[in-house]
């Protein structure tokens, strides 16, 4: 595996140890996403953090 999938793993892994954590910091990278493009992407946002919770096994979106 690349580094970059290394990288990724490792994440992947540390998400899992701390979900709370990470679902924390998703959220935070939604938000940013949809404030920077103005909720233009806000669906394909809001799909892409479920499948990354899904990837660690976090919590459900949380409604802003």
Known sequence: ???LG???AKAKDMAKGHP?????G??????LVDE???DK?????????DAVRRS???GQ????
């Open 1 to 3: 595996m690349g580094k």
């Open 6 to 8: 290394d990288m990724a």
């Open 20 to 24: 709370d954590q990470a679902d924390k």
């Open 26 to 31: 998703v959220e935070r990278a939604e938000k």
């Open 36 to 38: 920077r493009t103005g």
């Open 41 to 49: 992407y806000d669906a394909q946002t809001d799909k892409a953090a």
């Open 56 to 58: 660690y096994g976090g």
């Open 61 to 64: 979106r949380q409604d802003r």
